[in-house]
């Protein structure tokens, strides 16, 4: 039995050795780091464990007379044909909420260092488009910096099944000092999010508007995008991800605020969790009683899980906080990368084949005085997923 998996999955081959040890036949592994994989490992592979760069059609199925299984560590399925799979026989797996985390703490660094560069928090609400699992995180930690969320999501607001308060009021998203996008790429029926912002919403809003991007590059029309940045130049504008990726327009790239290579979940912990969780899956579609390390075991067993540690006497300011947040996951350093490389698809793809994936907000462990006490600043520090020391209690 062959497993072909993506080779940016952190620690999968020892999970599936730890797996193999298991069992009287060893399994087989063999890891791919081109979008597609390789057409001699497809026609020979059982099981597929990928990311959001590979897209499953048709076509790659065809290749792959043996495949019955398919996951992906992402929470988005856009890249996957979930109908050619099914009438293939082919189970499919996605891992939703997997990088929930990455995603909310890098919409809190971009808003951390867009606002210290302006000297204040954005004075106005933050509408977050899409209340699903990075929706609100991103929500979460946004509140933890003392900003007012509010979430718009008109499909949970009809089935009733949201965890947080949701509206479907468009003018309110437009009129909103930030606005974060966190909703799949769907292209029909009354909810669909293909150039959700067009030319007509890209032109109500504010030269001020905080404008992030990190769900799917075609939610925005990357045309009409750049066509109001060259009408005003200093619009902050924060994308992760692109219409056209891997291919870039350079022209663009050079008038957004910040640019980052569709890197906003790739965690450490985010990574390490998507093949973890669809191991599991699949253990449990096969049948198999086999036993993976408990995930927090896993997790602290490499430097990239390891809390890290500050101090902090008094209650801190929004400016340190914002600080704070910046040193767990600075996307300034990101935005340089991106810049620095070569415009070409090659470049971004090697980039986020390459990425030094980061530590999570959640494994700040701050060493406080008495304000750690303070109901309000708990609420505040669980917002944000900072943790308080409590050993010396």
Known sequence: MLLLADANLPAFSSLVASLSAQLDRPLELARFATRQPDPALLARADALFIRSVTPIDSALLQQAPQLRWVGTATIGTDHVDQQALAAAGIQFHSTPGVNANAVGDYVASAVAAVSL??????????????????GRAAGQRLTGLGLNVHYYDPPLLRAGTSDVAVHDDWQRVLASAVISCHVPLTHSGPDATHHLFDAAALAQLPSSTLFINASRGAVVAEQ?????????????VVLDVWEHEPRLDEKLLAKVKFATPHIAGHSFAGKLGGGWQLLKKWLTDQGLALQLPAFDALLQGFPQGQSQQLSAAQAPSWQQLAQWVLAMYDIRRDDALLRTAPCTAAAFDQLRREYAVRPELRQLCIDAGAWQYDQVWQQRMAALTFQFDTRGE
């Open 117 to 134: 560069e302006q000297g204040y928090l954005p004075p106005g609400e933050v509408a977050i488009v899409g209340a699903g699992n990075t």
């Open 224 to 236: 009409a995008l750049h066509d109001k940045l060259k009408q005003t130049p200093h619009w902050p």
